[in-house]
């Protein structure tokens, strides 16, 4: 299948319409069908399903789909790399983080510094309450970001870091006297309120909207930062599930961390805007795949009582499309 072909088929596949695919590669209708035609052909097997007002991808279109979309975006960014690699990558690279996700990357930054020397890596803080308006302002050109994120204009690229989950609960409370937490001892405590900007699937990967018995938990006071979420907590206001990074960064007199043994662990990965082509942010992807140096550890510190398992770098994977 030449390329220009499977470009055919990845707009068919996306529009589901022979008349708007033509439109949008900028060809005849009839060339699209052909091409279509001659696909089935050498395959053996129906791609699409077509009736007189549908059109759908078969069993084995998906799977094609799929297949053919990733290899697409490795060949786009293996070309990328080229020309970066053939006019030097230099310039500053801007990276939205969460809390202490700067500090937990370091490794990562120095790993792709030591390839890049003419390059810099500029860390911009991001809120929680509107996790992917930097990127869309095009104020960074990556972002770190635990998943999943499932938006149609971002790229999900290698995860850097998997970790476990900690309840960060206020030190005078009952629950400050265990030892650790399920999900299900959420009910009748408050969490913060991250606000509309959120999407909710992102938010309820960290905070469910029900425990595993279907009891809803209770949303209380709005809060834009990992700070503004501390701050609730030691006055008492709400408890909050945590990265289990955050026990190392943000010990303090009013919070107790207890381990939440029934959570499942956080990947935290590079996400980037599907638009950008940058050779610097793809360098930086690279980076986190090949790099077999940035290796956590979780040292957790003490503030009242910190406990919880152990957190550790993730194997590094490539991304698709989100």
Known sequence: MELRDVDVFLALADELHFGRTAERLHISQARVSQVIRKQERAIGAALF???????RLTLIGRRLRDDLSHARDMF??????AKGAAQGLRGTLRVGFLGAMGHEIRPLIEEFRSHHPDSEVELVESRLS???????????DAQILWLPVQEPDLTVGPVVLTEGRVLAVPAESDLARLVSVAWEELDGYPVADLGGLAPSYWVEALVPRR???GRLIK?????????EVLALIADGQIV????QHATRYFSHPGITYLPIHDAPSTQWALVWSLTNRSGLVHAFAQAARDSTAVRGRARPQRGRHVAGPSAGWGGYVSGGSA
């Open 219 to 227: 949303r209380g006071p709005t809060a834009r930062t990992l700070q």
């Open 211 to 213: 425990t595993p018995n």
């Open 130 to 140: 509107d996790p992917f308006g930097l990127l869309r302002a095009d104020e960074v």
């Open 49 to 55: 399903e077509r009736t007189t007002r549908t059109v």
């Open 76 to 81: 786009q960014e293996a070309i990328t790399r």
């Open 240 to 243: 909050s599930p945590l990265h």
